[in-house]
């Protein structure tokens, strides 16, 4: 898998374990409300990755986007469906956001790439 993807993954897991020890209620509530919004609902899960990719995208969150990009690709939505998100996650972000657009086209490439 590639550097990209490992380091990301690895320094996540590391720093969620190192945050979700210090057993803080609010902040395990959070994450877990977070795990369970993106369940399936009336909502099905691809459209709320989406949903999640374009949020992320117009607040400019690169972890966010890099999650929401993996979780994506793993669930099998295509990169037509995820540039198209992209797309519109430009639109109503403007300018600003074409620094982590061509992020999350870095990162697409390589959850491609370590297919």
Known sequence: MSDIINEFNDYRSKMNDKILADNNKIIKRIFNLDTNAFQEGALDVKTKELLGLVASTVLRC????????????????????VVEALGIA??????????????AYEFWDALEEAR
Not at 62 to 81: A, F, Q, R, V, W
Not at 90 to 103: A, D
């Open 90 to 103: 430009t639109l109503v972000g403007g300018t600003i956001v074409i620094p982590h657009l061509r992020r």
């Open 62 to 81: 690169d972890d966010c986007i890099k999650y929401h990009l993996e979780t994506s690709h793993k669930i099998g939505l295509k990169k037509e469906e």
